[in-house]
């Protein structure tokens, strides 16, 4: 149980593009999502959290026009990378919580890489 | 939230027990021990968290001091499956609260 999975596992854009990338909690509801990046040789920097139904809560200097994120159901967030550009190449990472049980361990997808030409 | 400190790297021979420290000498009373991995160009893999006691699971065990101002995590047989970077997180209860990572320790199973 408690499987979270991200589409698509690698993508590569041109600069200026938008680019969404989905995360999905396939085995289980989840009323708070959240998006992490990941740069080479880095640990993970907390995006965003997300909360089925609400806006997202950005951490400081994310920008939130830049990183669009939507969580309209209790199994789906989004998160689109707006006008993309180099500087934004990293690695995309989601994690879920699963609400129903009670539990609040937090679950992880398995990445999506981001490349910008 | 709390911080925590770990080594950048440890080395295991494989077969033998991994024994992973981590000091909190901060942590609240609300706030739970977390341990994750992450293998290369992986997600993070939860592994075990605790609050007082100390937990088992399939996967590994998490001893928390009495003062609860350190952990260790101990992978029983260590496998070269096992290497990856692996994080030790302390978080205050509660559905949004967040997880912070630290550098985490790169732990190499050798065979």
């Known amino acids: 149980g408690a499987v979270v999975s991200q589409h698509p596992s690698r993508v590569i854009c041109k600069s200026g593009t938008s680019v969404k990338i989905e995360c999905r909690s396939l085995?289980?509801?989840?009323?708070?999502m959240f998006w992490y990046r990941q740069f080479p040789k880095q640990s993970l920097m907390l995006m965003a959290t997300?909360?089925?139904?609400?806006?997202?809560?950005?951490e400081q200097g994310v920008e939130k026009d830049k990183f669009l994120i939507n969580h309209a159901s209790l199994t789906l967030s989004t998160l689109t990378v707006t006008s993309a550009h180099p500087e934004d190449s990293s690695f995309y990472i989601c994690?879920?919580?699963?609400?129903?049980?009670?539990?609040?361990?937090?679950?992880f997808g398995p990445g999506t890489r981001l490349l910008v030409l | 939230d709390a911080k925590t400190t770990q080594p950048p790297s440890m080395d295991c021979a494989e077969g033998r027990a991994a024994n992973l420290p981590c000091n909190h000498s901060?942590?609240?009373?609300?706030?739970?021990v977390y341990w994750y991995r992450q293998i290369h160009s992986q997600g993070p893999q939860y592994i075990i968290h605790?609050?007082?006691n100390n937990e088992t699971n399939e996967m590994a065990s998490l001893i928390i001091t009495e003062d609860r101002k350190s952990s260790t995590l101990i992978l029983p047989h260590a496998t070269l499956r096992d290497t990856a970077v692996y994080y030790c997180i302390v978080r205050p209860g509660g559905a949004t609260n967040k997880l912070i990572f630290g550098t985490g320790t790169l732990l190499a199973v050798q065979p």
């Open positions: 994690s879920a919580r699963d609400g129903a049980r009670g539990d609040e361990t937090q679950y």
């Open positions: 085995d289980f509801q989840a009323t708070t």
């Open positions: 605790g609050l007082k």
């Open positions: 901060t942590i609240s009373g609300n706030e739970y």
């Open positions: 997300s909360n089925e139904g609400s806006k997202a809560t950005y």
